[in-house]
């Protein structure tokens, strides 16, 4: 298990430095400067030199990518070109709320798709799977932004039980601030829930036709206790994938439900970033965002070979 992990974390120190190249000269190459954005199309080149000089961007690009990549490995992501502080603090304080969000809709994704999946599952071809697999194409064909304008009309607007948006804080109180989180993180987690119980039913069907459930059945168990002390198991694996994309997804990908619900995560942080041309923020945020999809894609690997012998024994 050791050595598994070990190749395993040298693949996702490769992937980071190789990501870090393609964020940083990626942006490089796109056009507008960020001097001449901030002291607008009337300033005189010497200003804007003097701008250019004062935040690095005179130095070569090989150079600042060192000095980017050097400050990264030791927690400093540089200064904010328009905010002039720290691109950390402004990182902490906005995983305060994206980070949340994201497992809170994680959570509920689960929680939803395992039950269903299981119970379609073991209900195969009747009418039952039938409405699960058609509800569940529905939530996959909507898109997450359709249900957060829905949510916000029937309990934010008439049934007045939640804000339509904002975020009130944490020092105001834990249940407070997940009350605020609630109806961005169903919007966010009721089309990944179809996701996830599609290739939940799917996995179980699968591992139900496979000779190990014949033998466990012919020794008296019923469909059931055969679905739940073997099949389930070996059924994880796709089913840890779906998982472990899903939250990589909503740490990234809630750029558009930050923005409806308006709360102050790392999509709206991106977006305000790229608007004002403040490339460090948006270099630094994008590694964050690669980090958490290459740490997560780490953890998925363990718990394969956690539910999977075979592969310890490969690695």
């Known amino acids: 298990?050791?050595?598994?992990?070990?190749?395993r974390l040298i693949s996702l120190g490769a992937s980071l430095l190789v990501a870090s190249g393609v964020v940083f000269f990626a942006l490089e190459i796109v056009p507008g400067d960020p001097a001449s954005y901030m002291l607008g199309m009337?300033?005189?080149?010497?200003t804007v030199a003097a701008l250019r000089a004062e935040l690095g961007l005179d130095t070569g690009a090989l150079a600042r990518y060192l000095g980017w990549v050097g400050g990264m490995l030791t927690?400093?992501?540089?200064?904010?070109?328009?905010?002039?502080?720290?691109?950390?603090?402004?990182?902490?304080?906005?995983?305060?709320?994206?980070?949340?969000?994201a497992f809170y809709a994680l959570f509920l994704s689960t929680a939803i798709a395992?039950?269903?999946?299981?119970?379609?599952?073991?209900?195969?071809?009747?009418?039952?799977?039938?409405?699960?697999m058609g509800v569940t194409q529905l939530g996959v064909a909507v898109p997450n932004f359709w249900f957060a304008m829905l949510l916000v009309l029937v309990f934010a607007i008439n049934l007045r039980w939640f804000s339509a948006g904002g975020f009130p804080g944490w020092d105001k109180g834990f249940w407070g601030g997940m009350k605020a989180l609630t109806l961005p993180a169903v919007a966010l987690a009721l089309p990944q829930a179809s996701i996830l119980a599609r290739v939940m039913r799917s996995a179980l069907l699968d591992t139900l036709g496979e000779d190990f459930i014949r033998t466990a059945r012919a020794k008296g168990l019923t469909r059931g206790q055969a679905l739940r002390r073997h099949a389930l198991r070996n059924a994880l694996i796709p089913v840890l994938t779906i998982i472990g994309l899903q939250f990589s997804f909503l740490l990234a990908g809630a750029i558009i439900i930050e923005n409806v619900f308006f709360l102050?995560?790392?999509g709206r942080l991106v977006f305000q970033a790229i608007s004002q041309r403040d490339l460090i923020v948006v270099e630094s945020v994008?590694?964050?965002?690669v980090f958490a999809v290459v740490a997560v894609t780490f953890a998925v690997d363990l718990a394969y070979a956690a539910v999977d012998p075979r592969l310890r024994r490969r690695g």
């Open 114 to 132: 395992f039950p269903v999946g299981i119970w379609a599952a073991s209900r195969r071809g009747s009418l039952a799977d039938s409405g699960v």
């Open 42 to 46: 009337n300033a005189s080149p010497e």
């Open 1 to 7: 298990m050791l050595r598994y992990a070990l190749s």
């Open 75 to 101: 927690g400093d992501f540089g200064i904010s070109y328009t905010y002039r502080v720290p691109v950390a603090e402004m990182i902490v304080d906005r995983m305060q709320v994206s980070l949340p969000l």
């Open 286 to 289: 994008l590694m964050l965002l």
């Open 264 to 266: 102050p995560g790392l």
